[in-house]
């Protein structure tokens, strides 16, 4: 969903994986087929709705083939997400290779709403490439990010044909299934304000195109006399700096529900998904997985450290092993996850750079994997993925791959982290402290004030930098944490390195001024030379403390214990370094900002300072917990 931010998924012990000898498998190697591309095959649904598709097909094939499926909003006539050149690999491999614009996007029929329609348009799709004479009937999905959520959403119909999907960075568990409203833009219960820009660009519901019900000839006659890619903006557009300044002034907008008058931005959902809260039914007649959902295929899932997903994708692997109606789809899960950013994980190189943050050699044979996945499955080569891991994750600080059965790891040991101070824990020049026992020395509390109208920011002011994890990689917050509105606690200098591999979570208890207010929690590797490199986040809507279905208001100045979700991680904090926790209230400009009265945030103009009280005591021990691996382990 997010390509263009990438610059502003019997062995009970893990291994170190060696780097194997071969060659690594890039795009550029392409197999011995010649491609030939069949453009704008119109493919009707049971609504009598036609989704554009192009096929891309290996000449002089002397066999039925296995086909390679991607759906996209991101216009399957366009590279710029890649999509033509994989589709030309894998059928330069002997596969067809299918692209559709989704419903309602570039040259298909139908009203676009995001995510909508994506079980039943997929399950048609699959049943009509299993009818054509070059099919052998056995289909495999993949796609990132968007394309990626269409995977799952078409595992949901457990048509016959689905034979394996690849899921990358996409994160879509909901529900009670995952414990949280992982949509981008519902993150801990706040509104992603990125998703404003999402929906300037890809999430337009309006295209310029031929007329409809034109037969695919008469079609292919006029459709080059038209461009349906909007004009204001499009998805290059936010390489350059200036459009992203330009949206991030516009994130400061009140109420938040007008972030795109005066952008020009074309009709789209961005008002109407974030007026919808999101326990609403709504969300559920769209077809989002919920723990009742059951789903009968093969699945290798991606995703990168460094992206929003990567926990719910940790939580797909699991789910997709419990759930699965049979038994060669429960034991044929698998996950691998890269040290890079959305939907860059075939971007290791032997010199991986994530953000600012040098990771080593992380080269790891992808694309001969995604090879070695189809040909097991549609080609049906039993012997494909012999030896292959079910969890394979790289290692950030150790910089080395490694593999598992099963994750958590078994035997990890939930460390807890306990918060103290002498009462000025503000800033990096306070005084907090992580420590592993509850015999505090000092004060029992800290506190810091959250102004909506000047909230603690991620974006480093001398150079607009953005440090948030999520979308800038890892990054020195130095700057960022010389603010008194974020409380930073460490440890001492680790005397030994600290394998930090797992779910990640903090317990704060919080009291305040204001009836509601936010938790934003980031954990960080300080090094030796005071580098403080972020290393993944936590946010939550305090409202939603008892559950992301229900909204409950605090009591001013009444103590409450919140647990923030901080998802999933694979970091060693090496010996000289120190473990960082900031606790903050705003994530600005990625997260809307709290105004503290108990409102609506997105339609409300005018908020409330909120003095917010962190405590530490032996009454109220806040803490971060860490799940902690031994080398036995590894």
Request: proline share 5%; with cysteine.
């Amino acid at each position: 969903m997010f390509t263009w931010v990438k610059n502003c998924a019997i062995v009970l012990f893990c291994i170190a994986l060696p780097l194997a000898a071969a060659d690594y498998t890039t795009l550029d190697d392409l197999g011995p087929y010649e491609v030939r591309v069949e453009r704008s095959h119109f493919v009707e649904m049971r609504d009598g709705v036609r989704l554009s598709t192009d096929l891309y097909l290996p000449v002089a094939a002397e066999r039925s083939l296995g086909t390679i499926l991607e759906r996209t909003p991101y216009n399957k006539n366009s590279d710029q997400t890649g999509s033509i050149t994989k589709a030309r690999f894998f059928a330069s491999h002997g596969f067809v290779a299918a692209l559709q614009d989704k419903r309602g996007k570039y040259e298909s029929e139908g009203e676009y709403l995001t995510t909508a329609n994506d079980v039943e348009d997929g399950d048609d799709t699959i049943d009509w490439i299993a009818r054509q004479d070059w099919s052998n009937g056995k289909v495999g999905q993949m796609g990132c990010s968007y394309p990626g959520f269409t995977t799952f959403m078409s595992a949901q119909s457990m048509n016959p044909h689905l034979a394996a999907i690849i899921p990358q960075s996409a994160a879509m568990a909901t529900g009670s299934m995952a414990g949280r409203y992982s949509l981008l833009w519902r993150r801990g219960g706040t509104v992603a304000l990125s998703m404003a820009a999402w929906h300037a660009t890809a999430g337009s519901k309006i295209y310029y195109r031929p007329p409809p019900g034109l037969s695919r000839e008469e079609f292919l006659d006029i459709v080059d006399h038209f461009d349906p890619v909007p004009k204001n903006y499009n998805m290059s557009s936010f390489a350059d700096l200036e459009t992203l300044q330009k949206f991030q002034k516009a994130y400061f907008t009140l109420p938040a529900r007008d972030i795109l008058k005066g952008l020009d931005a074309p009709p789209n959902d961005f008002v109407k998904l974030n007026s919808i809260p999101h326990y609403d039914k709504f969300w559920d007649e769209l077809g989002y997985m919920t723990d009742d959902t059951r789903i009968d295929v093969p699945a290798l899932h991606i995703n990168s450290w460094h992206d929003y997903g990567v926990a719910e994708t940790l939580i797909h692997f699991n789910f997709f092993r419990e759930n699965a109606v049979s038994k060669q789809a429960k034991e044929n899960q698998y996950v691998i996850i890269a040290p890079t950013q959305h939907c860059q994980a075939e971007t290791v190189s032997e010199h991986t750079v994530v953000g600012d943050l040098d990771v080593g050699d992380a080269r790891f044979d992808f694309w001969g994997t995604y090879l070695r996945w189809y040909d097991r499955w549609l080609n049906g080569n039993d012997s494909a993925l012999e030896g292959m891991p079910r969890v394979q994750y790289y290692n950030i600080g150790a910089n080395e791959w490694r593999s598992a059965d099963k994750w958590p790891l078994p035997g990890t040991r939930y460390t807890r982290f306990y918060l103290d101070s002498d009462g000025s824990a503000n800033s990096r020049w306070g005084d907090g402290r992580l420590e592993r026992d509850t015999d505090h020395s000092g004060s029992n509390s800290d506190s810091y004030v959250h102004d909506p109208a000047a909230p603690f920011t991620t974006l480093v002011a001398t150079t607009g930098v953005d440090t948030d994890v999520w979308f800038g990689g890892s990054r020195d917050r130095r700057e960022i944490e010389t603010r008194n509105d974020v409380l930073i606690f460490d440890t001492a200098p680790l005397e030994e390195a600290l394998d930090v591999t797992g779910p990640v979570k903090a317990v704060i208890y919080l009291s305040s001024s204001a009836v509601d207010t936010d938790l934003d929690l980031t954990l960080v590797d300080v090094f030796p030379d005071g580098r403080a490199m972020g290393v993944y986040q936590g946010t939550l809507r305090v409202r939603y403390r008892e559950g992301l279905d229900r909204e409950v208001l605090m009591e001013p100045g009444e103590v409450y214990p919140v647990e923030v979700d901080m998802n999933a991680i694979s970091n060693t904090f090496l010996p000289g370094h120190r473990v960082r926790l900031e606790v903050a209230s705003a994530r600005y400009p990625n997260h809307d900002r709290n105004l503290g009265t108990g409102g609506d945030n997105f339609t409300e103009s005018e908020g409330v300072v909120a003095n917010n009280t962190i405590h530490h005591s032996k009454d109220y021990p806040s803490h971060l917990v860490l799940p902690v691996v031994s080398p036995k382990q590894r």
